[in-house]
């Protein structure tokens, strides 16, 4: 016995034995896999920048700005890998020729640790491309992706003082190619100034600058100046500058979809504050239907959140699914209470809501909307009222619509019964309000509206459906025959009526 409990001890030890060596090893593997992957990461942003410049020399060689595009359509996740040891080897690399605007640049970034052994260099430009002069539009890029850079980390005085430099150099350059970088510049100028609330001082340059594209015909450099501007004025509730902006000026057809999402969102607000509703109620339809689909989550909870106010504000519910998706679940659920109050016509509900989430609504800029939905609150009590009792004393009235005195009942019920949102009678001397019997809606006009607003939507779809489609160019002359292939046709036509004719004279005796 004592022999086997031996050799089951040495079997144990035997057995634990190699586990050591492993347990130290493996943090060093994985210290080593650390170290490399940022490295790994940071070269193939680089070659990701190399390509983009690529395009950006394409575009303007082949005068084909859709290269600039798709440089451009991928900034954002280029700048989400940007760092500073990224963007001092891009700038050192391509910034071979012009070294006072190199030096300007590297001012602003850190010195990078020192090279480690498998680190290569990051030479774009070799040869004689070394002493060419760099295009302004891969300057202006360059550029551009530093201010981006700095406005992701917070240096927001730092991005300003390359922002106005940027801008300065693209207003001396009048270049088809510079136009889609400049707008991108233009943006993240604005963003800048947002951040270090300085937005109303830029406000002239914008002007300026949006006068000179629409001289340009610079449709991109308009569509985003415009969004600025509107974005400018109401930042600072300047609701009836906005307006004249918007009647004063043409949006271009041609800008992206993502402009036009912005600018769509925009009139709606205008729309919304102007009474408009109806107006407003499209457009930021439209602003939602423009919008990424699998993207810009934070854009389009602003616009639902407006969207379901001024739908209250028409005296319609919004539909319970908007509220149950994931993206908008947590953020519309003081928007889902405001609506139950709403469509119970619970004034005290209404009051509650508005107490708790006051804050919010100010933040979200849907306050003052919000506050003209009382009234609609005791129009949908009072037509709950006429519906659930035929006959009903001014007094119990104000008693359930919680109003101060039966007089204000009585001046509320007037002017629903003159708006048409009851059918009853009001008997002063005694003091209370007869309902009408209901009658056939049928036998109105409302039905017919009701498909007339769907049909304009669906017509409505269809037009930006057909516009938004894109079509190779000169396509439409593709089954079209050339001159030549038309006059070949007509002699084959002729050969043919004189072979004919010949065999009917042949036919003759």
């Known amino acids: 016995m004592k022999e086997t409990a031996a050799k089951r001890r040495d079997k144990a030890g035997k057995a634990d034995k190699p586990k050591e060596p492993q347990d130290v090893e493996m943090p060093e593997e994985e210290a080593a896999n650390a170290t490399k992957q940022p490295r790994e990461l940071d070269s193939l942003t680089l070659d990701d920048i190399k390509e983009h ?8 060689s082949g005068k084909e700005p859709r290269f600039v595009l798709r440089a451009l359509r991928a900034l954002p996740s280029t700048s989400r890998r940007l760092n500073t040891n990224v963007l001092h080897k ?25 090279m480690a052994d498998g680190d290569v260099q990051f030479r774009p430009r070799t040869g004689k491309a070394a002493l060419a002069p760099l295009l302004p539009e891969v300057e202006s890029y360059l550029q551009l992706l530093l201010v981006v850079h700095l406005t992701n980390n917070k240096r927001y005085t730092e991005a300003q003082k390359v922002s106005d430099d940027l801008l300065q150099k693209i ?14 510049c233009y943006y993240y100028h604005a963003r800048v ?5 300085q937005f109303d001082t830029i ?19 308009q569509a985003v100046l415009l969004n600025l501007l509107l974005r400018n004025y109401l930042h600072f509730n300047l609701y009836d500058q906005a307006e004249k902006l918007v009647s004063k000026s043409v949006f271009p057809e041609l800008a992206n979809n993502n402009e036009w999402a912005r600018y769509l969102y925009y009139t709606g607000r205008i729309k919304a504050i102007q009474l408009e509703y109806s107006e407003a109620r499209r457009t930021l339809t439209n602003a939602l239907r423009k919008a990424p689909q699998h993207t810009a989550v934070g854009f389009k909870q602003t616009v639902h959140k407006l969207l ?4 209250l504000l028409l005296g319609e519910i919004p539909d319970r699914l908007q509220f149950r998706q994931p993206s908008l679940k947590r953020s519309l659920m003081p928007y889902f209470l405001l609506t139950q109050a ?18 919010k609504f100010q933040t979200d800029g849907t306050y003052t909307l919000i506050i003209r939905l009382r009234h609609n609150v005791i129009k949908t009590g009072v037509r709950m009222i006429s519906l659930s009792y035929s006959r009903i004393s001014l007094a119990d009235i104000a008693q359930k619509l919680q109003l101060d005195s039966p007089e204000d009942a009585e001046f509320i019920v007037a002017k629903a019964i003159r708006d048409g949102v009851i059918e009853a ?23 017919q509206l009701a498909f007339h607003q769907r049909i304009s939507f669906c017509l409505d779809i269809h037009n930006m459906s057909v516009k938004a489609m894109r079509f190779p160019p000169k396509a439409y002359n593709k089954d079209l025959e050339s001159a030549e292939e038309r006059r070949e046709r007509e002699q084959q036509d002729l050969e043919f009526a004189k072979e004919m004719a010949e065999d009917d004279d042949d036919s003759f005796p």
């Open 90 to 114: 891009a700038i050192t690399g391509f910034f071979t020729n012009n070294t006072n605007t190199r030096d300007f640049l590297l001012g602003f970034l850190e010195e990078p640790m020192e």
């Open 203 to 221: 406000r002239s340059f914008l002007h300026t600058r949006l006068r000179t594209a629409t001289l340009r015909h610079d449709a991109d450099g």
């Open 308 to 311: 379901i106010v001024v739908e």
């Open 193 to 197: 100034y947002e951040f270090l609330k």
């Open 425 to 447: 009678s009001i008997n002063h001397e005694k003091g209370f309000v007869q309902s009408k019997e209901t009658m056939d809606i049928y036998g109105t006009r409302e039905p």
């Open 53 to 60: 410049v690529k395009q950006i020399e394409k575009a303007v």
């Open 171 to 184: 207003g001396s350059k009048n270049r088809r190619a510079l136009d889609l970088v400049a707008a991108k």
């Open 342 to 359: 709403v469509r119970m016509g619970n004034l005290a509900k209404f009051n509650q809501v508005l107490e708790q989430f006051g804050e």
